[in-house]
């Protein structure tokens, strides 16, 4: 594992939706799915964790080391971007 948790962040055309690159393995599945918060409360321990600590995430998809976030358009994206960082933090270090 590596030392540190980087996360590297991409936008595209919706203004709501964000990629997250992460430097960890966030699922050995190939996809993990969450269309709303109640479904991640019921999913893996990595989906529970964000969906917990991070205000404004609606919908979340994880891939091995990416995770697409959907916020709720009254959240800003900073605060969305810096609980998940330091929820990831907390998880792997």
């Given at each position: 594992m590596s030392e540190y948790v980087t996360v590297d962040?991409?936008?595209?055309?919706?203004?709501?939706?964000a990629e997250l690159y992460v430097n960890q393995t966030l699922t050995e599945?190939?996809?993990?799915?969450?269309?709303?918060?109640?479904e991640g409360d019921l999913g893996s321990p990595i989906a529970q964790l964000l969906f917990a600590a991070v205000d404004g995430i609606?919908?979340?998809t994880i891939e091995c080391d990416r995770l697409t976030i959907t916020r709720a358009p009254d959240h800003a994206w900073e605060a969305i971007i810096d609980e998940t960082r330091d929820?990831?933090?907390?998880?792997?270090?």
């Amino acid at each position: 594992m590596s030392e540190y948790v980087t996360v590297d962040v991409e936008y595209g055309d919706d203004p709501n939706i964000a990629e997250l690159y992460v430097n960890q393995t966030l699922t050995e599945l190939e996809e993990e799915r969450y269309l709303n918060p109640q479904e991640g409360d019921l999913g893996s321990p990595i989906a529970q964790l964000l969906f917990a600590a991070v205000d404004g995430i609606e919908m979340l998809t994880i891939e091995c080391d990416r995770l697409t976030i959907t916020r709720a358009p009254d959240h800003a994206w900073e605060a969305i971007i810096d609980e998940t960082r330091d929820a990831l933090r907390d998880w792997y270090l």
